[in-house]
């Protein structure tokens, strides 16, 4: 029996309420964590508990998680996106409409890290939650364009490339708002929640990516392989 289809980017592990996302993200936690320090683990225990909140709708558990996570160790990232701690800790704010304290967050994470495409995006967000305007329209376009450029890499040219957006629908979602953040006419309200979700995608698709290779390395067939 191979693995189970993933008909989108966006599909769910369903298994008790978030039992089989948390065994997940703890999993990928402690691989994780055996390779870098004490600090380090930590850090990336606290970012995991903060996704798992983030991603199952409790934002302010998230933000408490992430300002853990960046006391122990801010420059900590997740792969294969590079957000840092601090990049979590914005995008935690700016789901519970903290626009201040997010772009604080926000711009700490780029100062750490000049490629960190979703602390970019989210900047742009931020400034387009508090006022619509030509700038926060660059800087989600530019963060769109850094992020595609990161999934393609992944897709392409590294082992988790297989499991990755096995259908392409992550990545059509990607460039069709590269598409409505390209130039000076923008549908904002519609335009701003696509990006929105579209962040959730990502997120889910790291794990389920996660998912699919565990379950080949443990000798299940493909991971995006037919019943």
Same mark, same amino acid.
């Given at each position: 029996?191979?693995?189970?289809?993933?008909?989108?980017?966006?599909?769910?592990?369903?298994?008790?309420?978030?039992?089989?996302?948390?065994?997940?993200?703890?999993?990928? !936690?402690?691989?994780?964590?055996?390779?870098? !320090?004490?600090?380090?683990?930590?850090?990336?225990?606290?970012?995991?508990?903060?996704?798992?909140?983030?991603?199952?709708?409790?934002? +302010?558990?998230?933000?408490?998680?992430?300002?853990?996570?960046?006391?122990?160790? !801010?420059?900590?990232? !997740?792969?294969?996106?590079?957000?840092?701690?601090?990049?979590?800790?914005?995008?935690?704010?700016?789901?519970?409409?903290?626009?201040?304290? +997010?772009?604080?967050?926000?711009?700490?994470?780029?100062?750490?890290?000049?490629?960190?495409?979703?602390?970019?995006?989210?900047?742009?967000?931020?400034?387009?939650?508090?006022?619509?305007?030509?700038?926060?329209?660059?800087?989600?376009?530019?963060?769109?364009?850094?992020?595609?450029?990161?999934?393609?890499?992944?897709?392409?040219?590294?082992?988790?490339?297989?499991?990755?957006?096995?259908?392409?629908?992550?990545?059509?979602?990607?460039?069709?708002?590269?598409? +409505?953040?390209?130039?000076?006419?923008?549908?904002?309200?519609?335009?701003?929640?696509?990006?929105?979700?579209?962040?959730?995608?990502?997120?889910?698709?790291?794990?389920? +990516?996660?998912?699919?290779?565990?379950?080949?390395?443990?000798?299940?067939?493909?991971?995006?392989?037919?019943?």
């Amino acid at each position: 029996m191979g693995a189970t289809v993933r008909h989108s980017s966006n599909s769910q592990i369903i298994d008790g309420p978030y039992s089989m996302r948390l065994i997940l993200l703890i999993s990928a !936690g402690l691989i994780v964590a055996s390779l870098n !320090g004490c600090a380090a683990s930590q850090a990336i225990q606290q970012i995991q508990a903060g996704r798992l909140a983030l991603l199952t709708g409790n934002p +302010a558990l998230a933000v408490k998680h992430f300002e853990q996570a960046a006391a122990i160790d !801010g420059k900590t990232s !997740g792969w294969p996106l590079q957000e840092s701690a601090w990049t979590y800790v914005g995008r935690a704010y700016y789901e519970i409409k903290e626009y201040s304290l +997010a772009r604080q967050a926000l711009n700490r994470a780029l100062g750490q890290n000049q490629n960190d495409d979703v602390a970019r995006l989210y900047l742009g967000l931020v400034g387009a939650r508090e006022q619509t305007n030509d700038n926060s329209r660059k800087l989600i376009h530019a963060g769109l364009q850094g992020i595609f450029e990161r999934v393609e890499y992944v897709k392409y040219y590294t082992p988790m490339g297989e499991f990755w957006d096995p259908t392409g629908q992550l990545r059509v979602e990607i460039q069709a708002a590269l598409k +409505a953040f390209s130039g000076a006419a923008v549908e904002w309200a519609n335009a701003l929640s696509r990006v929105e979700r579209l962040t959730l995608n990502l997120e889910n698709e790291t794990d389920n +990516a996660r998912r699919d290779e565990s379950f080949q390395r443990r000798g299940g067939g493909s991971g995006s392989g037919d019943m």
